[in-house]
């Protein structure tokens, strides 16, 4: 039976749909960013100093992501403590 706000029954997610479609759109960015650099380097020929440059500045990226939100309070687990 349907509530007075909308039409939303108990336990009935809003979102539904949206959050498949969100799962699909993350599954097809990452391949796309996955075998970019494959075929790149595969296709195209790419002076290796320039893919080299990319590619050290993606693993740039993820290390300072990691960096910046360990200072935000998420105290990542380190090795050393028990």
Same mark, same amino acid.
């Given at each position: 039976m349907s509530g007075g706000c909308g039409g939303v029954e108990r336990g009935e997610d !809003? @979102? +539904? /749909? $949206? !959050?498949?479609g969100a799962i699909f759109i993350i $599954?097809? %960015?990452s391949l796309c960013g996955t075998l970019a650099p494959i075929l790149a380097k595969r296709a195209w020929r790419v002076p290796a100093p320039? #893919? =080299? #440059?990319? +590619? #050290?500045?993606?693993?740039g990226v993820i290390v300072s992501?990691?960096?910046? @939100? =360990?200072? +935000?309070? $998420? /105290? $990542?687990?380190?090795?050393? %403590?028990?």
């Open positions: !809003r @979102w +539904k /749909n $949206l !959050r498949i $599954l097809v %960015t320039a #893919f =080299d #440059f990319v +590619k #050290f500045f993606g693993s992501a990691v960096f910046f @939100w =360990d200072e +935000k309070g $998420l /105290n $990542l687990p380190s090795p050393s %403590t028990p």
